[in-house]
């Protein structure tokens, strides 16, 4: 055992606000080694980021340090004085932010905001900075940094924005590197190679890494050691070894069992629920903890809609052909003969690239190019692939926010782009533009019928409306009852999605994230519709809260009879949702077919690709992960 490179003992960090004291960080001690990455996981408001934001001492100025220490090289950062703390921030310490595009100046190139901290904390020229940010970007996996170097960050895609936050961090060779929630909002795909770059530069350059997540399937990837945390405190601390194989604390237990695996059994997933309840007695959390028996994990087997495939003869010409015994017990077909609730065929969505003066068609980029699928009433198709496929541009085409380029959709007996053409010359005549209302309000019609949950609840929720107003507003556009009833509907439907009455008066920002995207999901559902598109609706959730959101679809699929078109890049949680799976890549759909059996036998390298980025959290590949640390480490001190 080495000496500790942090050494953080009984920190407390508090906010004081209007309405009292919030205990964010409330006696908290950890110590991180040189060479090792310690993982902090719990759910949003746990004190994680607050946590790092101390060591940094980059705090609201509500918020502050009421007790402890942060020892790093000797030094107390608690009480180490501005001047001096900003010589340790960028040089010694290095952070990587969330969200790298609300981090990355959108006015500055990313080579000028990755120069600025080499010029400020080294002793070197301009040119001497730019050529050592093009190595930087090379070392993280920037193609042609050359020419990445100039540009802007409206122009790179979210995860070289990510590799760009990492070289920023790195620029001054950092002795911590604390990386809070890297990989979130990442496809499985990109988030694979961010861990494997992290793991790379620690390893070469021999750093310590503080990991945040919510996830432990990223923290079985990347950590030699856990913390975890629940409301301000830690609950359990050990080697990632060993909290994952015997965990102690029911919120551990809770944590790693509401995750959705590729392999699960379950209809419905656990969730932290099951493992404890927590009450507040004079200011202080009281966890009491449940035993989640044989039984109980029986009903989550067993309770719930089991899986609906399309008809034996659509199964057979796409290669999936029905077999008796190969799929689960309660699994059904579609009768043969039974129309598609929706029907696309050959869609196409373009968009056109325009160059110079007059703004002329250069080329097209096509964004959705020829994608055909059926989705049967009371089913959900999974739509799954890597961001810029095309997944959110069809669901946006289907139901009309974005105009295709061609092809047609047929909701029941309605042609959808037929209600809303593209615009012509000859809509100057009366008659043409009658026509064209006529449409725009069977359109507007027959929207009750079709509702889509978009991706950022807080951001799809117009923050100067209450709830009351959000929920009420399809129906006040719908001409739906009167506003008692409206309100009376409102409220019903938050209960129904697991909320209070009381809440309808609240506005967004009084809410989780989790709760934003109940309300939402409430709102979607006050025009009574048929078919819900749910557009990542839990990619940026909580593992605890996702569970949860996932289990209300399910449970709302059952009792209203919906159908979903479930859009996202998490083949784990699209396989716990779908009934079929359609999987895209570069506009086109590469791989459809029943859930369970593209899980099991892949047949395009892209879903294999999909399904190997996947994080395993099984003891067999984090004893592999770590034999290959600790064989890598002896390697490295045997050079040395």
């Not at 938050?494 to 920002?509: D, F, W």
Request: glycine content about 6%; overall charge negative.
């Amino acid at each position: 055992m080495t000496d500790a490179l942090v050494q953080i003992d009984n920190l407390k960090t508090y906010f004081h606000t209007e309405s009292g004291v919030v205990k964010a960080v409330d006696d908290v001690s950890l110590h991180i080694d040189p060479g090792t990455t310690m993982g902090i996981v719990g759910e949003s408001g746990s004190g994680k980021s607050v946590t790092s934001l101390t060591i940094m001492q980059l705090l609201a100025k509500a918020a502050r340090v009421e007790s402890g220490s942060i020892s790093f090289l000797g030094r107390d950062l608690v009480h180490l004085p501005e001047p001096e703390m900003r010589k340790v921030r960028g040089k010694d310490i290095g952070m990587i932010f969330q969200e790298p595009m609300t981090s990355l100046n959108p006015v500055f190139t990313v080579g000028a905001q990755v120069m600025e901290a080499i010029l400020l904390h080294q002793k070197v020229t301009k040119a001497e900075a730019r050529q050592r940010t093009i190595e930087l970007f090379e070392e993280v996996g920037i193609p042609n940094p050359e020419e990445r170097i100039d540009s802007y960050p409206h122009q790179m895609s979210g995860g070289q924005k990510q590799r760009v936050m990492i070289a920023m961090a790195l620029s001054c060779n950092p002795k911590l590197l604390i990386a809070d929630e890297p990989t979130t909002a990442l496809d499985v795909t990109i988030q694979a190679q961010i861990l494997d770059i992290l793991r790379r530069l620690r390893d070469e350059r021999g750093m310590a890494v503080l990991f945040i997540t919510h996830d432990l399937g990223v923290i079985a990837d990347i950590a030699d050691y856990v913390t975890v945390m629940y409301r301000g405190k830690i609950v359990e601390q050990g080697d990632v070894v060993s909290i994952f194989e015997d965990p102690q604390h029911p919120y551990t237990k809770g944590l790693l069992a509401c995750r959705p695996r590729l392999d699960t059994k379950y209809k419905k997933l656990p969730t932290v629920d099951d493992f404890m309840s927590a009450t507040t007695v004079d200011g202080e959390v009281k966890i009491t903890e449940k035993i989640v028996d044989e039984a109980r994990l029986g009903e989550l087997m067993t309770e719930g809609r089991g899986r609906l495939l399309h008809p034996k003869s659509e199964l057979d010409a796409m290669g999936h052909p029905w077999e008796e015994g190969h799929h689960a017990e309660d699994a059904k077909m579609v009768a043969e003969g039974e129309e598609p609730l929706l029907q696309v065929r050959d869609l196409h969505v373009h968009f056109p690239v325009r160059k110079g003066i007059f703004r002329t068609v250069a080329g097209y980029v096509k964004a959705v190019d020829g994608v055909s699928f059926n989705i049967y009433r009371g089913q959900t198709l999974g739509l799954v692939g890597e961001s810029g496929c095309g997944k959110t541009t069809t669901g946006r085409a289907i139901i009309q926010l974005i105009r295709p380029t061609s092809g047609t959709m047929h909701f029941e007996d309605t042609e959808l782009s037929w209600l809303n053409p593209a615009p012509s010359m000859a809509d100057v005549l009366p008659w043409v533009t009658y026509d064209r209302w006529q449409r725009a309000r069977k359109l507007r019609q027959l929207r009750r019928q079709f509702q889509i949950i978009f991706q950022d609840p807080y951001g799809s929720l117009n923050p100067r409306m209450t709830v009351e107003a959000a929920i009420c507003e399809p129906m006040v556009i719908q001409k739906i009852g009167n506003k008692k009833e409206r309100r009376d509907r409102a409220a019903a439907l938050l209960e129904e999605v697991g909320l209070n009455a009381s809440h309808l008066r609240r506005y967004p920002h009084e809410f989780s994230g989790g709760q934003r995207q109940r309300i939402c999901i409430a709102r979607a559902l006050t025009v009574e519709p048929e078919f819900l598109i749910c557009d990542e609706s839990v990619s940026a959730l909580d593992v605890s809260v996702q569970a949860q959101v996932l289990n209300l679809l399910k449970d709302l699929q059952l009792r209203r009879g919906l159908t979903y078109l479930f859009i996202s890049h998490d083949l784990s949680v699209v396989k716990f949702m779908s009934d079929m799976i359609a999987v895209m890549n570069q506009g086109k759909i590469v791989e459809f077919g029943p859930a369970d059996n593209i899980y099991a036998n892949p047949q395009q390298d892209y879903t294999k690709r999909l399904i190997s980025a996947t994080p395993q959290d099984d003891l067999d590949h984090i004893r592999r992960r770590q034999a290959e640390r600790k064989k890598a480490l002896e390697a490295r001190m045997a050079e040395v």
